[in-house]
Each structure stands twice: as structure tokens, then as C-alpha cells.
Nanobody
Framework: QLQASGGGSVQAGGSLRLSCATS????????VGWFRRAPGKEREFVAA????????YYSDSVKGRFTVSRDSAGNTVYLQMNSLQPEDTAVYYC??????????????????WGQGTKVTVSS
């Protein structure tokens, strides 16, 4: 199971930290990604962390503002979101990849998905 949490409503410039609990998949995961779907738009890649060297990847729209990390056991993955803007408003999803092939930006790379947590940023 993947359980995303931490969403809420903030004003522009504020911060939120999303969490993704990955119980049941820890032993087989290679990577965890964060995606988001804004109203009326398709789901898009936000960030990912790949096991091993803990390499991290970000979309251009969030680079420098968001940070993805995980706890030492790999059970929880975080997405720290700073300097939030209204365009960051979306439902955020975490997803686990058990057979990483390099396509961390591709939603079809991932095997398991959480239910999403809503983030609303007001101006």
C-alpha cells in the first residue's frame, strides 16, 4: 500500500511537506516518484528518488523549490515543497517502481500508486 498525506491549503510563498508511506513494498522498491494532476490537466511528473545512491530528479517547474527524500529505512518518502505558487495547486500522488529502468519521469514506469493528497495554493 502507498499512502500519501500532508496536503492542505496554503498561501503563495508557503510550504508543505508531503509524506508517502510505502508499507508492503519496501523490500522490492527501486524508486518512488511524485506526480501531480492540476484541474483540467494531465498528470505530470514532479520528482523522484532512486534507491542505491538516492539520486533525485525534478521537473523544471519545481527544481530549486521542492526536495524529495526518504527516511533511512526507506519506508517513508517525503516531498518538501517550499515557495509554493498557485500553479502548484493539484492533487499529488506518490508511486513506487519495483523494476526501475531509468524512466523516473514516466508514469508508466511505476507499478503502485497512492490515492493522492490535495494541495491548494492561494494567491
Amino acid at each position: 500500500q502507498l499512502q500519501a498525506s500532508g496536503g492542505g491549503s496554503v498561501q503563495a510563498g508557503g510550504s508543505l511537506r508531503l509524506s508517502c508511506a510505502t508499507s508492503g513494498h519496501t523490500a522490492s522498491m527501486d524508486a518512488v516518484g511524485w506526480f501531480r494532476r492540476a484541474p483540467g490537466k494531465e498528470r505530470e511528473f514532479v520528482a523522484a528518488i532512486v534507491w542505491g545512491l538516492d539520486n533525485t530528479y525534478y521537473s523544471d517547474s519545481v527544481k530549486g523549490r521542492f526536495t524529495v527524500s526518504r527516511d533511512s529505512a526507506g519506508n517513508t518518502v517525503y516531498l518538501q515543497m517550499n515557495s509554493l505558487q498557485p500553479e502548484d495547486t493539484a492533487v499529488y500522488y506518490c508511486a513506487a517502481d519495483t523494476n526501475y529502468r531509468g524512466g523516473h519521469y514516466n508514469q508508466y514506469e511505476y507499478n503502485y500508486w497512492g490515492q493522492g493528497t490535495k494541495v491548494t495554493v492561494s494567491s
